[in-house]
């Protein structure tokens, strides 16, 4: 009997780390669907995989919109019945070089929808999914900047963002902790060669992702509520 492949969802994935990170989960034997805000370049990111041999179909998702999460959660249910892996990838970083004191409100609260609200409103949709087939595993992309122990003044709405997807993760993880097969963790991809990182950054993407493939096909027996870099624990 052929074994049921695995189901694993990817957020802003139509290029950079999410993309590598679906060609990487499909390259380990899972059936992924890729999403993305703009549906074009997200279908194209989905052809260029499945002209590659990889099982990877395309969903539309703007990740600020709880009514397009609550009808991927139906096109899941529905297509599947149970989800196993969920990377919450999608984010933004809109302050570089601003500060706190005189940066706009707009922009602050812009970086926090995307990059903690959405990662929250996808947990509340598919972690219960999860618990219902007794097995996951879920991926909060985060970032050094992120850090409690090392933080700064640099980017301040995007490092209190990340701070804020890093505690999503342990109250997620705890939540979670009677389930015995669902792991909850988050991990920064260091600085990778991406829109955001730019061309100058010293590492690939394969290397960037590689920390997230991981998480979401750790045994049984893996780390749960942890916070990691290159397959290692970070400081909160």
Known sequence: ????KRIALVTGANRGIGYEVCRQLADAG???????????????????????????????????????????????????????VLVNN???????????????MALVRATLEINF???????????????????????????????LAEMDAETPAYSISKAALNALTRVVADAVRGDKDIKVNTMSPGWVRTDM???????????????????????????????FKDRKPLAW
């Open 197 to 227: 990182g730019g061309a100058d950054a010293d590492r690939s993407l394969a290397q960037g992702a590689d920390t997230i493939t991981w998480l979401a096909t750790l045994p049984k027996d893996g780390p749960t509520s942890g916070f």
């Open 30 to 84: 899972m059936q992924v669907i890729l999403t993305s805000r703009d549906a074009t370049k997200g279908e194209a990111a989905a052809q260029v995989l499945k002209g590659e041999g990889k099982d990877v179909r395309f969903h539309q998702l703007d990740v600020t919109d709880e009514s397009g999460v609550a009808k991927l959660l139906q096109f899941v249910k529905a297509e599947y019945g149970r989800l196993d």
């Open 117 to 147: 609200y959405s990662a929250l409103h996808m947990c509340r949709a598919f972690v219960p999914l999860m618990q219902a087939g007794g097995y996951g595993r879920v991926v909060n992309v985060s970032s050094s900047l992120g850090q």
């Open 90 to 104: 999608a984010g933004v970083r809109l302050d570089q070089g601003l500060s706190v004191f005189d940066e706009d």
């Open 1 to 4: 009997m052929a074994i049921e």
